[in-house]
Every structure is written in C-alpha cells, then in structure tokens.
C-alpha cells in the first residue's frame, strides 16, 4: 500500500530495525503498517491516477 506521511513517524516494517518516515514522503509498505498509520491519522493513502492521453487533433 502506498500512504503519504502526514507527520513523522519511529516504525519498523520488519519488526527488527526501526526508521523514519518522514512527513511530506511518500513511502510503499505493508498494508498492517499502512491502515495502522492512517487509523493513528499519521499517513493518507496515495493512488496513482495515470493521465489519459488525448489524441493530437
């Protein structure tokens, strides 16, 4: 899942080395770890919207 960190945030993904995810970065982790970020209001989740292309006229 990809979320956009509201605040900074001490996390381990692996249980074993913690890091920083920094406000402002936008970071793919694991859905446990995202939904627990979004439901402490630390991170939004982030949606790749891809533009559609228009033919030339």
């Known amino acids: 899942m990809k979320v956009l ?3 900074d945030k001490l996390a381990s993904e ?3 080395t913690t890091k920083l ?3 402002g ?3 793919d982790i694991g859905d446990t770890l995202g ?3 979004i439901a402490e ?3 939004e989740t ?3 919207i891809k533009p559609s292309r228009r033919k030339a006229e």
């Open 5 to 7: 960190m509201l605040r």
């Open 14 to 16: 692996d249980g074993v």
């Open 21 to 23: 995810f920094a406000t």
């Open 25 to 27: 970065e936008t970071y």
């Open 35 to 37: 939904e627990g970020f």
């Open 41 to 43: 209001g630390l991170a």
């Open 46 to 48: 982030v949606t790749d």
